[in-house]
T-cell receptor
């Protein structure tokens, strides 16, 4: 069974600064996808970034980038130039590639607060 | 792209009544949809996997007769909470797995959620 661990229950950062959220996972699979989802106070889950395990290049989406270390099973999220609207709960998630089980395994989340 | 709607966004009902929640993928087809329950400040708990044209697969501990799931088309899944009780009050979220269209492959896109309050 897969597990996803987010070791930082809460973090805070000043506006315009950079913050990194950590995520580690455990799996015996070789092909899989990793995700970061954001859940602001509205509680709408929003896809932030997606990484395919077979790709060595780290995914980036504007101010969001990941550091994917497959051997270490680490998948951290870096938010640059933090904005007040980045305040949210961030969930790291894992899913297998292929097969018939498409479930997402979530971490417990990290509550990020961006301070003015 | 890859938009999922959920209706209603909020519902209050009396104990013993049934409530139906709809989940629609608006710009892509979803053979697989998922239903989650989320408690305050907690992660999402998967309740069941909904497959178009077949029976849903429920997670351990989820009562299938209480939480009825129907996936009648490639864009619509419904969750019916039957004989609701106060302990069923929660935030219910659906997601749809994108295969084609505007979403990225193997990615789940989420609806905005439904707040259910059972009095």
């Amino acid at each position: 069974a897969q597990t996803v661990t987010q070791s930082q229950p809460e973090m805070s950062v000043q506006e315009a600064e950079t913050v990194t959220l950590s995520c580690t996972y455990d799996t015996s699979e070789n092909n899989y996808y990793l995700f970061w989802y954001k859940q602001p106070p509205s509680r709408q889950m929003i896809l932030v970034i997606r990484q395919e395990a077979y790709k060595q290049q780290n995914a980036t989406e504007n101010r969001f980038s990941v550091n994917f270390q497959k051997a270490a099973k680490s998948f951290s999220l870096k938010i640059s130039d933090s904005q007040l609207g980045d305040t949210a709960m961030y969930f790291c998630a894992f899913t297998r590639s292929g097969g018939s089980n498409y479930k997402l395994t979530f971490g417990k989340g990290t509550l990020l607060t961006v301070n003015p | 792209g890859a938009v999922v709607s959920q209706h209603p966004s909020r519902v209050i009902c009396k104990s013993g009544t049934s409530v139906k929640i709809e989940c629609r993928s608006l710009d892509f087809q979803a053979t697989t949809m998922f239903w989650y329950r989320q408690f305050p400040k907690k992660s999402l708990m998967l309740m069941a996997t909904s497959n178009e044209g077949s029976k849903a697969t429920y997670e351990q501990g989820v009562e299938k007769d209480k939480f009825l799931i129907n996936h009648a088309s490639l864009t619509l899944s419904t969750l019916t909470v039957t004989s609701a009780h106060p302990e069923d009050s929660s935030f219910y979220i659906c997601s749809a797995r994108s295969l084609t269209g505007t979403g990225k492959q193997e990615t789940q896109y989420f609806g905005p959620g439904t707040r259910l309050l059972v009095l």
